[in-house]
């Protein structure tokens, strides 16, 4: 695993944009440094991700940020406060847990209510809100409207998740601001 040292010699991080740029390198070959000198480091992968390979070794950029300014390997994971796998910005980026990452995830993609937490329950015909925490599920209500239910689930993961919270986005009428 590289080094913040080796790390600094072959990369610039600049944390106001979360970019890396590859370095001139005295001992490489002219046509190396012509290519890649100064240039944007790594490519974007599927989930949103900026991978960065070193000497055949795939890393994501993310936790090399951490490497680079606090100079230790993050000590679990590195969740990105807004969501955002590809924002590398330092302020952006703090150590998490596996679970506490997961706070902070998007409502699912086959998510029919359009809101984090809140599914149609069939027998009573309403809207249920519901969270998990640390593996339990949790049952909030049933409501009459998602938006409701959306409201309530904000309310619940703000004291359940804390900083980690990642509440359901609902409309000016709603009194939440987009």
């Not at 209510?113 to 809207?127: E, L, N």
Request: proline letters at 4%; glycine letters at 8%; hydrophobic letters at 35%.
């Amino acid at each position: 695993m590289i080094t913040q040292t080796e790390l600094r010699k072959l990369l610039d991080y600049f944390p106001e944009t979360g970019i890396f740029r590859w370095r001139f390198r005295k001992n490489a070959r002219p046509q190396w440094n012509g290519r890649y000198a100064g240039t944007k480091a790594g490519c974007q992968i599927a989930g949103g991700y900026i991978k960065i390979v070193i000497d055949n070794q795939a890393y994501y950029a993310h936790r090399l940020a951490w490497l680079y300014l606090q100079g230790k390997w993050p000590e679990a994971g590195i969740d990105h406060r807004d969501g955002n796998p590809s924002n590398n910005k330092f302020d952006n980026l703090r150590p998490a847990t596996q679970v506490e990452n997961m706070h902070n995830t998007p409502a699912q993609k086959n998510n029919t209510s359009g809101f984090k937490g809140v599914t149609w329950h069939r027998q009573r015909r309403k809207w249920a809100a519901q969270a998990y925490i640390e593996g339990k599920h949790i049952h909030i209500g049933l409501f009459e409207s998602k938006e409701d239910a959306a409201r309530a689930y904000n309310q619940a993961i703000e004291n359940l998740h804390g900083e980690f919270a990642r509440p359901n986005k609902l409309g000016a009428k709603d009194g939440v601001s987009l």
